[in-house]
């Protein structure tokens, strides 16, 4: 059975850093394009960043230079690390799976982890 999930989140104060994880079991990790989304209360989900089988990696704009994507294919996970976190990074992140290459469909979610950003 294919499965994501997501650890990592809290409770940070604006300006701190945390590191989400995405454990992967039940497919070829390596094989797929992975992703990072958001969703804020009463928003839509949004896409975080994503990177391709080849490691190319994509950042939304209000994240970039503050998150970065990666993964460790030996381990099966997808990381994110987010640094200078603001107020306005607060939601539940939800890690993704997609097969072959980044553009295709999502295949497969997480449950999610909250992050919440806040004094």
């Known amino acids: 059975e294919e499965q994501l999930v997501e650890s990592g989140g809290g409770l940070v104060q604006p300006g701190g850093s945390l590191r989400l994880s995405c454990a992967a079991s039940?497919?070829?990790?390596?094989?797929?394009?992975m992703g990072w989304f958001r969703q804020a209360p009463g928003k839509e989900r949004e896409a975080v960043a994503q990177?391709?089988?080849?490691?190319?990696?994509t950042y939304a704009d209000p994240v970039k230079g503050r998150f970065t994507i990666s993964q460790d294919n030996a381990k099966n996970t997808l990381y994110l690390q987010m640094n200078t976190l603001k107020p306005g990074d607060t939601g539940t992140y939800y890690c993704?799976?997609?097969?072959?290459?980044?553009?295709?469909?999502?295949?497969?979610w997480g449950q999610g982890t909250q992050v919440t950003v806040s004094s």
């Open positions: 039940g497919f070829t990790f390596s094989s797929y394009c």
């Open positions: 993704a799976a997609a097969w072959g290459y980044c553009g295709r469909s999502w295949a497969y």
């Open positions: 990177i391709d089988n080849d490691g190319s990696t």
